[in-house]
């Protein structure tokens, strides 16, 4: 799955420090990040993962756990707040492999992301057992009424048994 937008990374020593902003937007995660206060807040897959950092004070706080980081896997710069590429493996439970050759870089989840969820709901919706799609109906109004027409189910169901005549010992 290609992600929609291209992330903003780049190496630092042994680092690869990636743009939080940009990588938040890629993978659709709710999170708003102010370059400029060096803060991000929100939540990531789902509503009740909530995310907080505070780089000026180099603390994030993940699913109400809180913990110190290293200032060297935090920078802010006007624009933008870059990350340890080994930090947002650990935050939000990825595996990333870069390829700085081919500027790419590979990430498997352990959770499905949102737009991951939203391609796999679009694909099992045009998908059933003839391949067709989902139904196209035309809508048919219903009038409402106080009393309709009965009506009743029924299964038939026809069988062919033969018997043996057992013969007498």
Not at 124 to 151: C, H, W
């Amino acid at each position: 799955l290609n992600l929609k937008q291209d992330i903003y990374a780049i190496k630092q020593g042994t680092r690869l420090m990636v743009s939080l902003g940009e990588f938040c937007s890629a993978a659709d995660f709710a999170i708003n990040v102010s370059a400029e206060e060096g803060r991000a807040e929100g939540w990531f897959i789902r509503e009740d993962q909530r995310f907080y950092l505070n780089a000026k004070k180099h603390e994030v706080t993940i699913m109400g756990q809180t913990s110190k980081l290293d200032p060297l896997d935090v920078s802010t710069t006007d624009t933008d707040l870059l990350v340890s590429s080994t930090l947002l493996e650990k935050w939000f439970g990825i595996d990333i492999q870069y390829d700085f050759a081919h500027l790419s870089l590979k990430i498997k989840t352990s959770q499905p992301w949102p737009m991951e969820a939203k391609l796999m709901r679009e694909k099992l919706g045009t998908e059933n057992d003839f391949n067709i799609g989902p139904a196209k109906l035309p809508l048919q109004e219903e009038p409402m009424r106080l009393v309709s027409k009965p009506y009743f189910q029924t299964n038939l169901q026809a069988g062919r048994y033969k018997f043996s005549k057992a013969t007498p010992a």
